[in-house]
């Protein structure tokens, strides 16, 4: 009889194995293979469902041997599917063949399969959206459904390149995975413990500075780790044990580190990888997503900065003594070099006109090198098999999940739901772009709920975006906002992953977590609209101008202060709950386009300010 031991044990080598083998792929595609789609698709979908089968243990971590077994049946099986998939694939670029019924059956019995270990990995919300698609589909008109033949939906999902191995898969697998690939390497290597020393050395002479080194650090490290989860895990447990200590709240405390974290997927360049699947998507430049996302991204951080500041004010909380701050050394800055050289690698290579896999090959190499030149420890070839295995397994994952999003995607255009829903939003909203925004953007949420940043986007933007570019949006401004919402789910309860993610290492519910990342990421749910009344923050769009920019700027700081006073309750002293309300109302009327109510509500914020400081003074001399 096997024990349960010793399964365990070979599945666990087999599950590296995998992962090290799905991250050398990605590397030699993105370096250097020219393959065929059919190749790079099936291959990379190939390891992340069977590294799925092997690395799966479940909460605890222990189950019966029959699992196993199963689990290893089940790798098996998917195995063969694919082979007779290639083979398909294969023959139909060279003919035009019947596919059977039996052969048909396989498509589903993969699709299941698929979606089985989704389900593993991610739980209910995300495989709901599978079900609710594949059910769909496949229910006759009479009944709402899309009447579809179960053999048309397998030939068309699975033996395509439209459906489970359409152009999501195909772009992580050429693009996406290599990126995953340089922050595993900067991870593994040490980089994110010197950016966090440096993050804590630039804000030790703020109030609150371990708070403000949270938001420095997880934004600039969240921008390469293409998940809010695990940023928010691999920097939690260093900075939010510090932000208690100086005297946050246990909730304040996990509500930054998630919604700092949470930001570095809206952070150019890399943009937890969603940049390139929005470049694949709408036809725009990766180049031009990135400098259109760079403002608003430089607004959310500095909201996060000034709530920060406000809360530490009011529960007086001294800056960090002088003899307790972070102080850097040259060899802190000289390491850091490993984690900014890549980056202005990926921008320089870019402006060269080369593509984004290229830049991201060059930027993994720089840091590599760099990596052993900086850091002796990286020297140790065990430190490069880590990295790789630890790529290997974000790779896995986040490709396992984009298979199941195929499968959805293909569904939507398939049957052409997406144009439907959306022609559906413009008829409730009677064509009127602010309502139609609120409908987006509440949809946004739902749909984005306990789903990872990049399935999200995939989902929305697919049925959503076209509603909004529809209403004469621009369509980077469209797909901005409904990834701005796909990513603020992520903060927002009932479902939000990254507060739920930090409240156990707060030691706070993940609830109260969850409402506190909220108020700290209010900014976030209001930039979207700004980007779409005032298109010349993005700056790539037609008939932008720098004045323009300046203007939405200036009136983003007036409601970033209108926000951040309101929120937290405090102006020099405790703010009365009207005034509250008050602030936040005319924070909101300065990003209005009409000049003339802008310039009043700024006034009037301007009015409530001052005079609340003259109480102040007065209160404080009586």
């Known amino acids: 009889m096997v024990s349960t031991l010793s399964l365990t044990r070979v599945l666990d ?78 023959t139909q670029q060279q003919l035009i063949i019947f596919i059977s019924e039996f052969q048909n059956l396989h498509g589903w019995i993969a699709i299941i399969m698929i979606t089985y270990i989704t ?73 994110g413990a010197v950016l966090l020393r440096v993050a804590f050395a630039i804000t030790g002479r703020l109030a609150g500075g371990p708070a403000h080194a949270a938001i420095v650090g997880s934004a600039m490290f969240g921008t390469m780790s293409g998940a809010a989860v695990a940023n928010v895990v691999s920097t939690g447990v260093f900075t939010i044990p510090v ?51 760079a403002i608003p991204a430089l607004m959310y951080y500095l909201s996060l900065f000034t709530i920060v500041s406000l809360e530490a004010k009011r529960k007086k909380i001294a800056p960090i003594p002088r003899e307790d701050r972070v102080k850097l050394t040259l060899n802190d800055g000289i390491k850091s070099i490993a984690f900014f050289v890549p980056l202005m690698v990926i921008v320089g290579v870019l402006l060269t006109g080369r593509t984004p896999q290229n830049a991201g090959v060059y930027a993994a190499a720089s840091a590599f090198v ?33 298979a199941a999003i195929g499968f959805v995607i293909g569904v939507v255009n398939m049957t052409g739901i997406g144009l439907w829903f959306a022609e559906r939003v413009l008829s409730f909203s009677g ?25 999200a986007y995939l989902i929305i933007g697919i049925v959503l975006g076209p509603a909004i570019a529809k209403l004469g949006v621009p369509l980077v401004a469209a797909h901005l906002f409904v990834l701005y919402f796909g ?23 993940p609830m109260e977590t969850g409402w506190a990342a909220v108020k700290l990421a209010a900014a976030g749910f209001i930039i979207p609209f700004v980007f779409v009344f005032h298109t010349d923050i993005l700056l790539i769009v037609e008939g932008a101008t720098i004045y323009g920019a300046a203007w939405a700027v200036l009136a983003f700081v007036f409601t970033t202060w209108g926000l951040g ?19 936040i109302i005319t924070g909101i009327l300065c990003l209005f386009t009409d000049w003339r109510v802008a310039l009043a509500a700024a006034a009037a914020l301007v009015a409530m300010t001052i005079l609340q400081r003259v109480r102040s003074r007065s209160v404080a001399l009586e």
């Open 13 to 90: 080598i087999l599950a590296m194995l995998l992962a090290a083998s799905m991250s050398l792929f990605a590397i030699y595609v993105a370096g250097f293979g020219v393959f065929d789609n059919v190749v790079v698709s099936g291959a990379t979908v190939l390891l992340a469902v069977a590294y799925g089968f092997a690395a799966w243990r479940g909460d605890d971590g222990h189950h019966p041997t029959p699992v196993y077994i199963v689990h290893i049946a089940l790798l098996a099986v998917f195995c063969v599917l694919m082979w007779w998939w290639v083979q398909i694939m294969f």
């Open 119 to 191: 389900w593993r990995f991610f739980g209910i919300p995300m495989v709901a959206v599978v079900l609710v698609a594949g059910i769909w589909v496949l229910l006759p008109h009479t009944f709402g459904g899309a009447g579809e033949a179960w053999t048309r939906v397998a030939q068309n999902l699975w033996y395509t390149t439209d459906g489970v191995f359409g152009r999501p898969v195909e772009v992580v697998g050429r693009t996406v995975l290599i990126y995953v690939v340089l922050g595993a390497i900067l991870q593994s290597a040490g980089a």
């Open 243 to 293: 932000i208690k200590k100086v005297g946050f709240s246990p909730r304040f405390a996990g509500g930054v580190e998630a919604a700092a974290s949470t930001g570095g997927q809206i952070t150019p360049p890399v943009m937890g990888a969603v940049a390139f699947l929005m470049a694949d998507l709408t036809g725009i430049p990766y180049l031009y997503i990135i400098v259109a996302a």
């Open 370 to 402: 760099l990596s052993l030149i900086l850091f002796p420890e990286f020297r140790h070839p065990r430190k490069w098999l880590e990295a790789l295995i630890d790529a290997g397994r974000a790779s896995a994952t986040l490709m396992i999940v984009v």
């Open 431 to 455: 064509q009127e772009l602010g309502f139609a925004l609120v409908m987006v953007m509440l949809a946004s949420l739902v749909l984005g709920m306990g789903v990872p940043t990049g399935a």
């Open 487 to 509: 990513v603020m789910s992520s903060v927002t309860p009932p479902v939000a992953l990254s507060a739920f993610a930090a409240a156990p290492i707060a030691g706070a519910g």
């Open 565 to 583: 006073t309101g929120i937290i309750g405090w102006d020099a002293d405790d703010l009365p709950a009207w005034q509250r309300v008050l602030r």
